[in-house]
């Protein structure tokens, strides 16, 4: 015991200190920076209590030892800070204990001993670092400690190690470099380069994420840690869950990207993936670009990835990135770095130059740049980065270091915002890349770390000329200096910033766009600091000095509150465990999702290849078509075929490739989503309604479900009687089908059921216009005839009847097919707006008979009147065109706008996208931008979501019956969304996005005197476009704020809840297992006698391709919900089946 107790509490190592000779010892060594008379009474006082201990427990008086080992508590707490300075006490305690332990007597955890002796601190993937309170924490990383590593070998393994310790550093009093007191924290999170750093919304945790394996070690598991400050310079690690973990497990790890935050997300830039980072990428001597901005909500969990506009590749690495306190939520800019091609697997990155900043509205979802000028910074990488609010509502970021063409740099840069301009800090410091800065103080930056020399050897080997690797810089008066002063004056701006202001500086500034100049005069007051990167000593008081603190008792009230809040929280805790322990279980059993390599050019960049989910059609006549529609926090899409062609086999036995799909899909629109991750949900038809394509989807007013009817039967299905279907919908996106009786069912059963009519509704009236009856449609049709319908149907969805109109002054025939129909929100009970398809005499037999309708002229339908008109349309007009997809939103000022979509015309399938503004009557063509590859699309659906975006689902790129199915689809999942504000494609849906306040083109329309340039057809169309109805009420109408309920009623609805919710916990876990039981009970049986998906499964399994069968086999038994990456049941898209297990298959970290 007492050898163990000499050597464990250091007081062996003080002793080797103080006896070796003093030549001998480096002078960065700890026990250095200290008094040495202090050294020898410290170890005086050590080895008396440790006699002390030692011969009490040698005696009878050893009962005695628990209060003599207490006493020794208050002499550590007590006295030893009489006789010690803190700075002392931090370096003498170092070996004594543990962190632990230390804490709980009052003492400090010291830096190691090995953890500064001739110390660069050097983050090659840059160190994290944090200000929680009065402490900065510095994080990650690896070091290099000479003599104790081996300068002369061969491997760099020996020359650095990782750093298994978090270090802090007070900020409560001032230090010189060469004094400071490092505190060492015991780390038992991931040891990593390159990890970012959240601070969270508290002020007294960080997160970490992202990073590589330091060389030669084990690449830990990808999670998120938090550490969490303990007020005194400690802490303590733990991994934390997203509140999404299949997204979260999906991403890659990457490295070399940027991080900031906003107050309570933290963000996550570009960067790479390779084989130290992420055990999906098995070659060594890949590296592949990760472009995309993920953001980890530190209050939710919520992990997400979006689609990046940065650049020209949307690809980033090596740069920096800070949080701006402008705008309505703040404003993300990133700086310097460089970018490459998503397809670069290590090479082809060039560098970003400093003349304009790349800027990301985090409100808006929009991505801007914009020029920058003064002293402009030469390229670089690997620089550091803070920031700091000045007065009078700017901001100034301090650059400092990184290398480039011109080898390691030294020099220092102000970047002032709003105005954009460059300033050049005058005197240089020691070159320097890879570290770590962080704003100290109110005014001053502390470096920690990096290197001088990009050669890896000599980088290393070299001594740091900077005491422990430290530098501080005071941003006001643009020096730097050999200590840190806690005392020191609130942060000004530099004379030179200043007198750019006082000269009109901010007047010159040259905006980008008038969108960037709005974005930057709105300074919210609560973001006046840059989160993670300002912090004041003592910042995280709820009081500050001077400002009374108010105290008084509870009141009864508070009290029983209290109480019945405490047993509310019990039981939520106790139902959240129950409901983690079966979610756990849950993902367990999971499938892992694919690793997120980017694939090559081969694969997912070519235009079109032969692994293909799409919808198409059987003959080049009728194709088959999926619809969609949105109600409540759902899109739900139902009918169309599927492709069954693998590696450009057709994996069925007849000639055909592809089946109907036998469910109804969903996506949940309450949070963001890109296309590659998307959770689609499924319900089975169970067989109750026939499968079918070209049906119309109605929405149901007074539920969550829709109507279906309508549509062809599919290749090899038997026709059925022609009936209405209504899907009722629950709460999470699920449901089941039945069969809808009309109220006039003698009527409804002479009706032929149509295809390829158009569809739409009008508060609580269903419409189909037009289409054909064929033998597939209607049993009553012989083979090979067709019957054009011309008729108007009306469904009233609530008393179930429906009926005829005649089409008398549509068109020349009153016929239509393949078009699209939109109910428009004008006239005393809206109007049906009819435009595009084809239309042919009622005798028509054939398809040449058919002949297109232009865009010159629409038509449109009086609900109320009956009546249809003719008005002719103004502007970029489209091409005549069937099969494209339309959808409709309201405008400002009493403007309708329908975006349409894709098509085919007489010049083949088109990408373009239209817009036809009402009552303008104008056609506008959208030149979207895009970050997917624009896609010629035909028979596919679209619909509203997240108030602004169109969303396209499904679809087929030509019109030849085999290449519909054998054309893979470069949309993942077969979906796009357009952004109908900034007219861009991407692959990503934003929930929270922006309302829909109309295009700038078309507001200048509008502005210009459009509308006096409308040629109305008829006066009475005319007016009927000067009334447009008010919305119908809706329950989003906020309550009387006068009305309160009273304190009786608050108490009694608690405690009721808590009871119901005990209850309602009780019975679910009593059907939880009851259906536990049940489902063993007859396993056994599912094996003999396997239900129909299942079966499903197995004839899959038997079709060529080992990537299909291994996920359309036994490991999809459970239909009822899955993820969007079971493609077999997706929407259509790339063939997702193939995806899955394709080592090239890419979901980027980044969109």
Not at 77 to 102: C, N, Y
Not at 281 to 305: A, R
């Amino acid at each position: 015991m007492g050898v163990q107790a000499l050597e464990g509490n250091g007081i062996t190592l003080k002793i080797l200190f103080l006896l070796k000779d003093k030549n001998l010892t480096p002078p960065n060594h700890p026990l250095n920076q200290i008094r040495r008379r202090a050294v020898w009474e410290f170890v005086a006082i050590e080895l008396v209590g440790f006699g002390a201990t030692f011969a009490i427990t040698q005696t009878v008086a050893a009962v005695g030892f628990p209060v003599f080992i207490m006493l020794l508590i208050p002499i550590r707490a007590w006295l030893l800070p009489r006789r010690f300075s803190g700075q002392e006490l931090g370096v003498l305690d170092g070996p004594t204990a543990s962190p632990f332990t230390m804490e709980s007597c009052g003492g400090i955890h010291g830096v190691d001993a090995d953890d500064s002796d001739e110390t660069r601190f050097e983050e090659p993937r840059r160190r994290g670092t944090a200000v929680l309170g009065d402490y900065v924490y510095i994080d990650g990383g690896r070091i290099s400690q000479i003599p104790f590593t081996n300068a002369s070998s061969d491997d760099l393994g020996d020359i650095f190690r990782e750093v298994n310790s978090t270090i802090s550093i007070s900020l409560k009093e001032s230090w010189s470099t060469s004094t400071i007191a490092m505190r060492s924290i015991t780390k038992n999170s991931q040891k990593l380069d390159s990890q970012s750093i959240w601070l969270g919304p508290s002020g007294k945790e960080f997160y970490t994420w992202a990073g590589e394996k330091i060389y030669n070690r084990t690449l830990p598991d990808k999670d998120v840690w938090r550490f969490t400050a303990d007020g005194s310079g400690g802490g303590k690690w733990e991994r934390v869950t997203p509140s999404n973990p299949i997204t979260f497990q999906n991403l890659l790890r990457p490295t070399d990207g940027t991080y900031t935050q906003s107050k309570d997300t933290g963000y996550y830039f570009g960067g790479i993936v390779r084989r130290r980072s992420d055990y999906s990428i098995s070659d060594w001597n890949v590296s592949i670009p990760t472009p995309g901005l993920v953001s980890y909500n530190m209050t939710s969990g919520e992990i997400k990835n979006t689609t990046s506009e940065f650049g020209q590749y949307g690809t980033f690495k090596e740069g920096s990135s800070q949080f701006l306190p402008f705008g309505d939520a703040g404003v993300l800019v990133f700086l310097g770095g460089l970018e490459a091609p998503r397809t670069s697997r290590g090479g082809d990155w060039k560098e970003v130059d400093f003349t304009r900043v790349t800027l990301f509205d985090i409100e808006g979802q929009r991505w801007y740049t914009q020029g920058t000028t003064g002293s402009i910074p030469a390229t670089r990488r690997r620089f550091c980065t803070t920031g700091i609010s000045g007065p009078n509502n700017t901001f100034e970021i301090f650059m400092y270091g990184g290398y480039g063409s011109q080898g390691v740099l030294s020099d220092v840069y102000v970047l002032t915002v709003p105005g954009f301009n460059f300033f050049k800090a005058s005197g240089d410091s020691t070159p320097r890349f890879d570290q770590a800065c962080v704003a100290a103080g109110r005014g001053q930056v502390l470096s920690i770390g990096g290197l001088a020399k990009i050669v890896p050897r000599e980088g290393w080997t070299d001594p740091d000329p900077w005491p422990n690797g430290l530098g501080v810089f005071d941003m006001t008066e643009m020096r730097w200096k050999d200590g840190y002063e806690a005392d020191d004056a609130a942060y000004e701006p530099s004379k030179i910033v200043k007198q750019w202001y006082n000269e009109g500086g901010r007047d010159n500034v040259s905006w980008s766009s008038e969108d960037v100049k709005v974005l930057f005069s709105k300074y919210p007051q609560n973001n006046s600091t840059s989160p993670g990167s300002t912090s004041t000593p003592g910042g995280n008081d709820t009081a500050s000095d001077g400002e009374e603190k108010h105290s008084s008792s509870p009141s009864a009230g508070a009290i029983a509150g209290g109480v019945v809040g405490g047993v509310f929280g019990m039981a939520l805790l106790i139902g959240l465990a129950f409901f983690l322990v079966k979610r756990k279980k849950k993902y367990a059993a999971t499938p892992q999702q694919p690793p997120h390599d980017p694939p090559n050019e081969d694969s997912v960049y070519q235009k079109y290849g032969s692994q293909s989910t799409a919808y198409g059609g059987q003959n080049t006549h009728e194709p088959h078509q999926l619809h969609a529609t949105v109600n409540g926090n759902y899109v739900y899409i139902d009918g169309g075929e599927i492709s069954w062609m693998i590696n450009g086999t057709n994996a069925l036995t007849d000639d055909r490739p592809s089946r109907s799909v036998n469910l109804t899909l969903s996506i949940d629109l309450q949070s963001s989503w890109s296309t590659s991750d998307v959770r689609i949900k499924v319900s089975d038809k169970d067989n109750v309604i026939p499968k079918l394509n070209f049906q119309a989807i109605w929405r149901d007013p007074d539920s969550k479900g829709f109507y279906i009817w309508g549509g062809e039967t599919p290749y090899n299905d038997t026709v059925k009687p022609s009936n209405i279907f209504h899907f009722d919908a629950n709460e999470s996106g699920k449901g089941s089908w039945k069969d809808v009786v009309a109220d006039n069912v003698d009527d409804f059963n002479k009706f032929k059921r149509p295809k390829g009519g158009a569809f739409a509704q009008s508060k609580d009236m269903a419409y189909y216009f037009g289409g054909l009856a064929s033998p597939r449609t209607d049993s009553s049709i012989p083979e090979g005839k067709f019957v054009a319908l011309t008729d108007l149907v009306s469904f009233n969805m609530t008393s179930k009847r429906i009926t005829k109109t005649s089409p008398a002054g549509f068109g020349e025939h009153g016929t239509f097919r393949y078009g699209s129909m939109e109910a428009i929100p004008f006239g005393s009970e809206g109007l049906l707006l009819v435009l595009g398809g084809s239309q042919a005499p009622p005798s028509a037999s054939s398809d040449e008979d058919w002949v297109l309708m232009d865009f010159k002229q629409v038509h449109l339908y009086d609900i109320k009147a009956g009546r249809w008109y003719q008005q002719q349309t103004t502007g970029d007009w489209p091409t005549a065109r069937e099969n494209f997809c339309t959808v409709g939103v309201d405008g400002p000022n009493n403007t309708f706008d329908i975006f349409m979509y894709g098509g085919m015309g007489n010049d083949g399938i088109s990408n373009e996208v239209y817009v036809l503004t009402l009552p303008g009557f104008h056609f506008f063509k959208a030149n979207p931008s895009s970050t997917i590859e624009l896609s010629p699309r035909m028979n596919h659906a679209c619909v509203l979501v997240g108030r602004r975006q169109m969303l396209s689902i499904g679809g087929s790129n030509h019109e030849h019956s085999f290449k519909v199915w054998a054309n893979r689809d470069p949309w993942t999942r077969g979906l796009g969304i357009f952004d109908m504000m900034q007219w861009t494609w991407r692959d990503q849906f934003y929930a929270t996005a922006a309302k829909y306040t109309g295009p700038e083109e078309i507001r200048q329309w509008y502005e210009g005197g459009g509308m006096d340039k409308v040629n109305w057809a008829d006066d009475e169309l005319k007016s009927l476009f000067a009334l447009k109805p008010t919305s119908e009420p809706t329950s989003n109408t906020s309550p009387n704020e006068d009305s309160k309920p009273s304190i009786g009623a608050i108490v009694g609805a608690v405690v009721g809840g808590v009871v119901g919710l005990i209850l309602i916990m009780g019975i679910v876990l009593f059907f939880l297992k009851r259906k536990k039981r049940k489902a063993d009970h007859v396993s056994n049986d599912v094996a003999v006698n396997p239900p129909a998906y299942e079966k499903r499964g197995s004839e899959i399994q038997q079709a060529p391709g080992s990537e299909y069968t291994a996920l359309r086999g036994s490991a999809i038994p459970d239909v009822h919900e899955m993820s969007g990456d079971l493609t077999a049941f997706e929407l259509p898209g790339d063939h997702g089946t193939s995806e899955r297990n394709d080592s090239n298959s890419r979901n980027e970290v980044s969109g």
